[in-house]
């Protein structure tokens, strides 16, 4: 079970990941902790990436697929692994399918975006705890104020309305274009390419952890 998943910040990405990982037996490689890793046990791409980042640099594709193709080397690989996070762009998916790293799945948790905007602007948390609450979801008691302790409720600057616009703004840039990239791809029937399946990432947690059960039986 090789796969990716794509959608919005704010669509449950990480919540359906944990799922799949821990059913199929997978490992979730995400592009940041490869980074840390490598440049923690100062590996040649590891070594590169770091005088790269201390000058304010972007790490490149090339380095990053580098660290991919290391990564999927491991034996926690060997029964599949899921994308976290990665690619993000075109050029980075079109790396991918040159270095013929293997994929099964694409699936496209779909949301639309005011729901994203009502779900994310309308969290808030009790800081010392982590307790979180929603405005409309899962209201306080009395609002603003945590339930047990009292204490005002904080809106993190990331659950801003206007913090959250911008950042669908950039997936709709530089991110949504792998939807289709994937779905196009799919289409050709090329043997190589990854099936693509899109699902709604709207209703109950369970609810879509099914749709991908499905999606990927089928």
Sequence with gaps: MRL????PPGAGKGTQAAFITEKFGIPQISTGDML??????QSPLGVEAKKIMDAGGLV??????????????????????????FPRTIPQADALKDAQ????????????????????SGRRIHAASGRSYHVTFNPPQTPGVDDVTGEPLLQRDDDR???????????REQTRPLVDYYSQWSATGDPQAPAYRKISGVGSVDEIRQRIVDALAS
Excluded: N, Q, W
Aim: aromatic residues 6%; charged residues 35%.
């Design 101 to 120: 790293v293997k994929l099964d799945f694409v699936i496209e948790i779909d949301v639309p975006e005011e729901s994203i905007i009502e779900r994310m």
């Design 161 to 171: 309305e206007e913090t959250v616009r911008h950042r669908l703004s950039v997936y």
């Design 4 to 7: 990716i998943l794509l959608g």
């Design 36 to 41: 840390r890793a490598a440049v923690k046990a």
């Design 60 to 85: 490149s594709d090339d380095i990053i697929i580098g660290l991919v193709r290391d990564r999927l080397k491991e034996a926690d690989c060997e029964p599949g692994y899921l994308f976290d996070g």
